[in-house]
């Protein structure tokens, strides 16, 4: 078994050379909009991308300019806590958080919202125990958004987005007590 940070390290390799394929971003891009063809009304996080990640802004942000009812979401980070959610518009005034992500000011104008929806992003994913797990950076502000939301009994989808071959098996990798599963997977 591979420890965890060569792990994340060889899924983060991975990922930058099928990121390179347009028909493979082209596929992801496909089941991102049929996903979300599917959503009336929502209030959907989404997450600015790094380091590779499938970038859902555009295809999020035609999705949201169909309805009013519609509404973007971008997490705002403090350090060791859980992350909250502010909404976003094309065009808003972002900061750099703490990792250098451009993230919505939270203001008397742009209030914090509870999403309906989490996309997250995966570096890698496992399918286990009859459940689909994210693989992410190892800093777990998601499982930690996750579990603080759960427990308040916020009812919420987390939707994971990644490359099919990006699948760790289970011999090589396994979920912790803290890993929050998640409830679909969007893959190409």
């Known amino acids: 078994m591979k420890t965890l940070n060569t792990l994340r390290q060889h899924l983060l390799e991975k990922r930058l050379r099928l990121n390179g394929d347009l028909r493979l971003r082209e596929r992801l891009e496909e089941g991102f909009i049929q996903y979300l063809e599917k959503i009336d009304n929502a209030t959907l996080a989404i997450y600015w ?11 999020a942000l035609n999705w ?6 519609r509404k973007l979401a971008l997490p705002v980070v403090k350090i060791g806590e859980p992350l909250s959610f502010a909404e976003w518009h094309d065009g ?41 797990w994210r693989i992410g950076y190892g800093g777990g502000y998601y499982d930690r958004t996750l579990a603080a939301l759960k427990s308040n009994n916020h009812l919420l989808k987390t939707v994971g ?4 071959s990006l699948e760790v098996a289970e011999d090589a990798w396994r979920p912790q007590s803290h890993d929050q599963a998640l409830d679909e997977l969007i893959c190409a």
Not at 49 to 59: G, H, Q, V
Not at 92 to 115: A, H
Not at 161 to 164: K, L, V
Request: aromatic residues 6%.
């Open 49 to 59: 991308p790094i380091n590779s990640e499938f970038d859902p802004r555009p295809i």
């Open 64 to 69: 949201a300019r169909k309805s009013n009812l």
């Open 92 to 132: 808003d005034t972002l900061t750099k958080g703490p990792q250098g992500i451009p993230e919505p000011i939270v203001n008397n104008e742009n209030k914090q919202i509870l999403p309906d929806i989490i996309l997250l992003p995966c570096l890698g994913w496992s399918q286990q125990y009859g459940q689909v």
């Open 161 to 164: 987005i990644s490359f099919q």
